[in-house]
C-alpha cells in the first residue's frame, strides 16, 4: 500500500508536445508502405470515431476501443521493433523542457509519482525511460498484435486504474492539459492544466 501523497501526470501534451501514437503513425507512415495499405480500415476507423460521439462522462465504450484499433491496425511487432528506436529519439525533442525537472522535484518533495498515460505501452514506456516515476500506467495492447488493447487507459478509466492504487490516500496533484483527464484530475487536491500548445500552466 502506498503511504506517501500522490502526484500525478498526464503524458502526452502535458510533459510532451504533440500526441505521440498520431506522431508514430506518421513516422510509419514516412518509413513504411504497409501503413499506407490499410488506408480504407484507417479511413473507416476515423468515420466510426465521427459517429461515436465523446462520451460527455468519458467513460470507455466499446465503439471508443473499435475505431482506436482500427486506425492502428497496421501496426505490427515487426514494425514496433524497428522504428520505435528512431521514433523515440526524434520525439524525445518534443518534450517540455521544465517536465523532467518538475517530476524530480515533486519525487524530491517525498511524494509517489504517478505517470498515466493513454498512450500505448509500447511508445511511452521508451519516451519516459530516463525520467523517474515511482509507477507508470499506460494503455496495455496486445503483445502479437499490437494494434489490439488488453487496457484502454483513458477518460474513466485513468480514474478506475488509479483508484485501486491510491487506495484512499491523498493525491495533492494531478497534471494533464485535456478535458478527457477530467475523472482522473477529480482525485487530486490541486489541479494543474497545461496549456498543449505552450507547455505553460494555464
Same mark, same amino acid.
Do not use: Q
Given at each position: 500500500m502506498i503511504k506517501k501523497n500522490i502526484v500525478i501526470f498526464d503524458?502526452?501534451?502535458?510533459?510532451s508536445a504533440g500526441d505521440a501514437p498520431v506522431e508514430f #503513425?506518421? +513516422?510509419?507512415?514516412?518509413?513504411? @508502405?504497409?501503413?499506407?495499405? *490499410? @488506408?480504407p480500415i484507417i479511413a473507416a476507423g476515423?468515420?466510426? %470515431?465521427?459517429?461515436?460521439?465523446?462520451?460527455?462522462k468519458y467513460r470507455v465504450r466499446k465503439i471508443d476501443i473499435l475505431w482506436r484499433q482500427m486506425t492502428r491496425r497496421f501496426t505490427g511487432s515487426a514494425m514496433i521493433k524497428k522504428f520505435i528506436p528512431g521514433f523515440v529519439a526524434e520525439h524525445k525533442m518534443n518534450r517540455f523542457g521544465w517536465a523532467k525537472e518538475q517530476v524530480e522535484k515533486e519525487r524530491s518533495s517525498g511524494n509517489f509519482v504517478i505517470l498515466s498515460s493513454a498512450t500505448p505501452d509500447y511508445i511511452v514506456l521508451p519516451l519516459v525511460s530516463d525520467i523517474e *516515476?515511482? @509507477?507508470?500506467?499506460?494503455?496495455?495492447?496486445? %503483445? %502479437?498484435?499490437?494494434?489490439? +488493447? %488488453?487496457? @484502454?487507459?483513458?477518460g474513466y478509466n485513468k480514474a478506475i486504474a488509479l483508484e485501486r492504487i491510491v487506495a484512499g490516500r491523498k493525491v495533492v496533484r494531478a497534471y494533464s492539459d485535456n478535458i478527457s483527464d477530467s475523472p482522473m484530475m477529480n482525485l487530486a487536491r490541486e489541479k494543474?492544466?497545461?496549456?498543449?500548445?505552450? #507547455?505553460?500552466?494555464?
Open positions: 503524458f502526452d501534451k502535458t510533459l #503513425g506518421k +513516422y510509419c507512415f514516412r518509413h513504411s @508502405l504497409r501503413p499506407w495499405l *490499410f @488506408l476515423f468515420v466510426v %470515431k465521427f459517429i461515436a460521439c465523446e462520451d460527455k *516515476f515511482d @509507477l507508470i500506467i499506460t494503455s496495455e495492447m496486445d %503483445k %502479437k498484435r499490437p494494434w489490439k +488493447y %488488453k487496457f @484502454l487507459n483513458w494543474v492544466w497545461i496549456d498543449p500548445k505552450t #507547455g505553460c500552466r494555464i
